[in-house]
């Protein structure tokens, strides 16, 4: 379809289109299109000159689907979630992450599209919506939506997600920040350790070490972390599992851990978020932070430096981590458009352990 006859659908008595605007102005179909699709195509002045027109004939551009036709791009990306969209903005995280992938794309006019990687009703997001790409981010790998979109031959960028051959994917050192948190619970002298980790699948709660597996790359790899360094020093820790899509933030599992083991002087935990739930309920069980108790969290969230007292966590650049995820989507989408190939990248950005005040020796090193 040629661009100088987006709007032949649109034809129709007391209907104002492409030509109306043309007529009106002395010029073109293709220079009124062009005035809201290339805008390079034309000086400044003419394309004010058909812009004013336009608004005071009520026409308001080509139709979307037209044009989207027309140039065979829907000028919009997804971004696929285990979670629904709604719960991701609950999590300060996830949403600077979305928030430096808009600031991304923005400038090159596409648009973004949290999907939920679970059907609703007869729509199946990952199958369903129109789209020109996808960041599969924190997917469950159980769900079936990241093989939705393969079958689509949509191009993909993959974060925290295992690497795959021909995918481009950003992730973070998530083991060796786990390993850091670890050491610096030991170097502290704590011996009676919790980790709070997170999975897709049961078993939840208390777990033994042999079923903590964890589900999904990060959960996989920070348990991996923590797990490896206690080990090392001859500590068998406490092990809970959270659900993946749980919105407790934590909240109970230091009920829990202190059944299993009364005398716990330390918990890691899968992230600030998880880590906040439980200095609220150390708080509320009249257990002092971190003179009984020492925790750590894992991302430094906003959150963190909010919490009283501040919690010592491991940094992500998760600002970096969207920007990165982003322009590799754009030039895979561009791939695929132009017929140019692109070698795929694979990044891992650096983790940093920040030591703040929710850590100090247990009480009985003091």
């Known amino acids: 379809m040629r661009a100088d006859r987006l709007d032949e659908s649109e034809a129709g008595v007391g209907r104002v289109t492409l030509q109306t605007v043309a007529d009106k102005v002395g010029v073109s179909r293709m220079t009124v299109s062009n005035a809201f699709s290339r805008p390079d195509q034309l000086s400044a002045a003419l394309r004010d000159t058909v812009l004013k027109a336009a608004d005071e004939l009520g026409y308001t551009g080509p139709d979307p ?61 990952a199958r369903d919506v129109a789209m020109d790409g996808v960041i599969v981010y924190n997917c469950d790998p159980e769900s079936g939506a990241r093989e939705q979109v393969e079958r689509r031959k949509l191009p993909l960028v993959l974060v925290d997600q295992p690497n795959t051959r021909g995918f481009s994917s950003v992730n973070v050192e998530d083991r060796s920040g786990a390993r850091a948190a670890a050491q610096h619970i030991i170097d502290l002298g704590h011996a009676k350790v919790a980790l709070i980790g997170k999975t897709g699948a049961p078993p939840f709660g208390i777990v033994e070490a ?41 909240r109970g599992a230091l009920k829990a851990i202190l059944e299993a083991q009364p005398d716990t002087t330390a918990i890691l935990a899968f992230s600030d978020a998880m880590a906040a739930g439980v200095l609220l309920d150390a ?59 692109t070698k795929p990248r694979a990044v891992t950005l650096p983790t940093e352990l920040v030591v703040r005040d929710s850590t100090a020796p247990p009480p009985r090193r003091r």
């Not at 430096?305 to 600002?319: A, G």
């Open 210 to 250: 042999s079923t903590a597996t964890g589900q999904g790359y990060a959960s996989t790899e920070r348990l991996a972390g923590w797990t490896e360094v206690l080990t090392a020093a001859g500590i068998e820790p406490v092990i809970l599992q959270e659900p993946i899509d749980s919105t407790d933030g934590g």
């Open 65 to 125: 689907s037209a044009r989207a036709l027309a140039r065979g791009s829907t000028g919009s990306v997804g971004v696929l979630l285990s979670n629904s969209p709604a719960e991701a903005f609950t999590d300060e995280i996830a949403a600077a992450f979305f928030s430096s992938i808009a600031a991304t794309l923005s400038p090159l006019g596409i648009a973004l599209t949290l999907l939920s990687s679970e059907p609703s009703g007869d729509v199946m997001p």
């Open 283 to 341: 708080h509320d069980a009249g257990i002092a932070v971190p003179e009984q108790l020492s925790v750590v969290g894992f991302d430094d969230n906003p959150l963190a430096t909010r919490l009283r007292p501040q919690l010592t966590t491991v940094r992500q650049d998760v600002s970096e981590k969207g920007r990165l995820a982003a322009s590799m989507l754009v030039d895979a989408v561009e791939d695929r458009r132009t017929g140019r190939t």
